[in-house]
């Protein structure tokens, strides 16, 4: 049996009506600050080597300096926090899609469930490294190296990454995604 293509209409993708223009703003907004904290976290990691060779060197002259460990040591997890949203919001990050592979109907519904457990799992990391940050502070902790650098420094990266991951994965930032593409909100955007 033969059977005519031309005949047969072609799927149409949904069309979903276009987002209010305050949520496009707050969408672009957010990436924006995410990618300036991917781009501040970027230059973070290019000069995260310096203080190293600084050290290497140093330590072959006999003066070893006491700062460097500890300090690129709070860069690095600075560096981890604060490019964490820029990974969320391009979808280079680790992801599960089984569920949504076997049972596409269910993929609008688990992306948006994922977007809330990104949100919830953000405030919980901001608050809490909120009352971290504050706790060591106002106690006046220090590190027990000879540095000594008030733990409140180098624990503000928890509340910032907890931001970061909390406003990214926030519905407005759903109308960020690729043309055709599932959103991780579960926003599939209209075609053109």
Not at 39 to 47: D, F, Q
Not at 78 to 104: C, E, K, N, Q, V
Request: with cysteine.
């Amino acid at each position: 049996m033969r059977v005519n293509n031309l005949a047969m209409p072609e799927p149409r993708l949904k069309q979903h009506p276009a987002p209010p223009r305050l949520l496009v703003g707050i969408a672009e907004w957010l990436t924006t600050v995410t990618r300036c904290f991917c781009i501040a976290s970027a230059a973070l990691a290019l000069l995260l080597p310096l203080p190293v060779l600084y050290e290497v060197g140093m330590d072959m002259a006999g003066n070893p300096p006491i700062w460097v460990f500890e300090t690129t040591g709070y860069a690095i997890i600075m560096i981890a926090f604060a490019a964490s949203g820029y990974g969320l919001s391009t979808g280079h990050h680790f992801r599960i899609t089984l569920l949504p592979d076997r049972f596409p109907r269910l993929a609008q519904p688990l992306a948006r469930f994922s977007a809330l457990l990104q949100v919830i799992f953000g405030l919980v990391l901001l608050i809490a490294g909120i009352s971290q940050v504050s706790t060591d502070y106002f106690q006046d902790l220090q590190s027990d190296t000879l540095l000594a650098v008030p733990q409140y420094l180098p624990q503000l990266a928890f509340p910032i990454g907890g931001l970061v991951i909390a406003l990214q994965a926030s519905p407005p930032a759903g109308s960020s995604c690729k043309k055709g593409a599932s959103c991780r909100s579960g926003v599939t955007p209209a075609s053109s």
